[in-house]
């Protein structure tokens, strides 16, 4: 499913309307490198690549998609800025995974419209619940998973995280009705 909406705007003075953002499905042959790229991009900002981050984004077809996960872009002006991916794990559990926002895109809201998209889809596929691993390095993300709904747990009730980054863990159950 695609979706186009607005996005905040960051200046208002010059009277122009605000971005449209469209979120749309990862296209293989189009986004994966923009996927790779920008994921590389924040976590060589705050932390070192990670084998399982290699892994991912080097083959996302295969570490993803073929496992029943998703993965969404977001577009502004048909430019790749944004993503995040649903992996799931088990009995209606997914792990929200994998979310960027190219830097000159950020404070836009267009991370707040690609969250909210994503918990739309995963109640769609029914998931019943959402968690992720953070990093108190990244302290907009963690409020931003706060203000979505997501709650602090202690790691142990989570499937394996497998960051040594991530030092934040949260779930967010999900009412599929």
Same mark, same amino acid.
């Given at each position: 499913m695609r979706t186009t909406i607005p996005a905040?705007?960051? &200046?208002?003075q010059s009277g122009a309307? $605000? $971005?449209? !953002?469209?979120?749309r499905p %990862? %296209?293989?042959?189009? &986004?994966? !490198? *923009?996927?790779?790229? =920008?994921?590389?991009?924040?976590?060589?900002?705050?932390?070192? =690549?990670?084998? @399982? &981050?290699i892994e991912t984004l080097g083959d996302p077809q295969n570490a993803i998609l073929? @496992? #029943? #996960?998703?993965?969404?872009?977001?577009?502004?002006? *048909?430019?790749?800025? #944004?993503?995040?991916?649903l992996i799931p794990i088990g009995a209606g559990v997914f792990e =929200? +995974?994998?979310? *960027?926002?190219?830097p000159e895109c950020r404070g836009l809201?267009?991370?707040? +419209? %690609? !969250?909210?998209? *994503?918990?739309?889809?995963?109640? !769609? %596929?029914g998931a019943s619940s959402l968690f992720l691993g953070c990093s108190t390095k990244l302290p907009s993300a963690i409020h931003l998973?706060?203000?979505v709904g997501f709650r602090h747990v202690d790691p142990d009730s989570l499937p394996p995280i497998p960051y040594t980054r991530a030092n934040v863990f949260m779930r967010l159950a999900l009412d599929t009705e």
């Open positions: 905040k705007q960051a &200046d208002h309307a $605000p $971005p449209t !953002i469209e979120i %990862l %296209l293989a042959s189009e &986004d994966a !490198i *923009a996927f790779r790229t =920008l994921n590389e991009e924040w976590i060589t900002r705050f932390f070192t =690549l990670e084998q @399982k &981050d073929r @496992k #029943g #996960g998703h993965i969404f872009m977001v577009h502004l002006n *048909a430019k790749p800025v #944004g993503c995040v991916a =929200l +995974s994998k979310m *960027a926002v190219s809201g267009i991370g707040r +419209s %690609l !969250i909210e998209y *994503a918990i739309r889809e995963a109640r !769609i %596929l998973y706060e203000s």
